[in-house]
Every structure is written in C-alpha cells, then in structure tokens.
C-alpha cells in the first residue's frame, strides 16, 4: 500500500496513468484532468491511498 510517505511516488503514479489515458482518450483530457487534481488533493492533505496489485506471471507456480 502507498500512503502519505510515499508521496513522491504516487504523485509520479497519478501523473502516469492520466498521462497513458490521455494518449488513449484525448476527448476525454477534462475529466481525467478533473480526477488528477481531485487526487493531488487527497494526496495533499494525507487521504490518499493506493493498492497497486499484480500477478507475476514470471514467478514460478
């Protein structure tokens, strides 16, 4: 889980995932726009959390 002590990186994180939907969605740049700063908000004041989960699918099973 990234938290408030990982700001760096989830600011980094936020900016990346809006960054690869624009390039996918261009018509929709205001609300993707609308939910990074929403999310730069709660990153702001401490009320942002994010799970990132994976599969490795390089991992032996």
């Known amino acids: 889980m990234l938290g408030t002590g990982d700001a ?3 600011s980094r ?3 990346e995932r809006v960054e690869a939907a624009l390039a996918q969605a261009p018509h929709h740049a205001r ?3 609308a ?3 929403l999310r ?3 990153l702001r004041s401490g009320r942002l959390e994010v ?3 994976h599969v490795d699918l390089y ?3």
């Open 8 to 10: 760096d990186l989830l």
């Open 13 to 15: 994180f936020l900016d």
């Open 31 to 33: 609300a993707l726009r």
């Open 35 to 37: 939910w990074q700063d």
């Open 40 to 42: 730069r908000g709660q």
């Open 51 to 53: 799970v990132v989960g």
């Open 59 to 61: 991992a032996p099973t």
